[in-house]
């Protein structure tokens, strides 16, 4: 029995992939390379001797879900393709539309065709919109999206409770990340944002390496610490690390599951820098600016119910995640460009 796994080149698919081959799963990965490159599956091969079933297509694409589905014996489905950046879906809304909800139900349709019925889903803590208060708990209100990617996000929550309700032999598992960053260990494989980053983490530690002048920190009149905005950042191998918990779990599960994942921790702007800069030993030059449109003051997880139902919590703590960011940066420079 296999895994499929959507999205499983990018950034958070990658690092889960690799994983679940340690754990000695078998794995399988639809991605269409739209946002990410085979080098990280080359790497992910690499670091852990051992090989990926890989179909270079696309989850809108029926035809390339029944062929993997007729071609594997696959017992679960981590489904992380998809699109992600907020402000190109302001301007493609169709896109992401397309890809993130009109793509998901066309991969659950094949699955109900194919019979294969646990369903892990890449959510956000975006759908929580503007916070009432911190940290997010599960139970909090969800709504309130400002822009189509995260709407996408909240849209397909909603259709898979629906689908959870009229399809009771399916188990599912909703998981919403806070802010993942870092890199695995070896340096191997990272985040590789291509182009201008909009995220903090990969835009720190570019501009540490030289390639970007100075970072803009949008906002310093936010009510938080010291007026940066403050957010919940997990090392990617913790939510590595989450997916197997989730995983394991599935086989015991019955209908719909939502857990965060985050580490239950803020940290503001300001405080990140400074913790890279130590981490690197490099200065970070930023400059402050208007606060960016969208953005909230502060969101943090309450991550106890991972905590109690799956036995997950966040291992890495911020001198992790800084050490490995930058071990990655300096090691790829041009990320996966040869
Ligand atoms: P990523 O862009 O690195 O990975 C997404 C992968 O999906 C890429 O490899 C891309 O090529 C592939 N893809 C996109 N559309 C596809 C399609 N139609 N068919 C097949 N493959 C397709 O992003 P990531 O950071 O690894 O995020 C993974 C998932 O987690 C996404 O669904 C994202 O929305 C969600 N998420 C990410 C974050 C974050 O900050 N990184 C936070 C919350 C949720
Ligand atoms: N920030 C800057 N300068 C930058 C980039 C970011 O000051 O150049 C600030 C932001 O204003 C925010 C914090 O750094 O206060 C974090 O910003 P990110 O863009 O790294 O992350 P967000 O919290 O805005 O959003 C991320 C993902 C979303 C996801 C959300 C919750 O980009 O897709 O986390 O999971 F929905």
Known sequence: ?????????????????????????DVVVLDNLVNASDIALQRVEKITGRNINFYHGDINERSDLQKLFSQNNISAVIHFAGLKSV????????????????????LLDEMRRAQVKKFIFSS????????ESVPLRETSRIGGTTNPYGTSKLMVEQIL????????????????YFNPVGAHESGLVGEDPGGIPNNLMPYISQVASGKLQQLAIFGDDYPTIDGTGVR?????????????KALE??????????????????????????????????????????????DIAEC?????????????????????????????QKKNPAGFQP
């Open 249 to 294: 779990q599935i086989h015991k599960q019955q209908g719909i599951k939502t857990y965060n994942l985050g580490s239950g921790v803020g940290y503001s702007v300001l405080q990140m820098l400074k913790a890279f800069e130590k981490a690197s030993g490099r200065s970070v030059p930023y400059k402050i600016m208007p606060r960016r449109d969208g």
């Open 124 to 131: 956000s803590a975006t759908v929580y919109g503007t916070p």
């Open 161 to 176: 409770q629906d689908f959870a309700h009229a399809q009771p032999e399916f188990a599912i598992t909703i998981l919403r």
């Open 232 to 244: 919940d950042y997990i090392h990617v191998m913790d939510l590595a690390e989450g997916h197997l």
């Open 87 to 106: 402000g190109e879906s302001v301007k493609k809304p169709i896109e992401y539309y397309k890809n993130n909800v009109s793509g998901t139900l066309v």
């Open 1 to 25: 029995m296999a895994i499929l796994v959507t999205g499983g080149a990018g950034y958070i698919g990658s690092h889960t992939i690799l994983a679940l081959l340690e754990q000695h799963h």
């Open 300 to 328: 943090w997880a309450d991550a106890q119910l991972a905590k109690e139902e799956l036995g997950w919590t966040a291992q890495r703590d911020l001198d992790d995640m800084m050490r490995d960011t930058w071990n990655w």
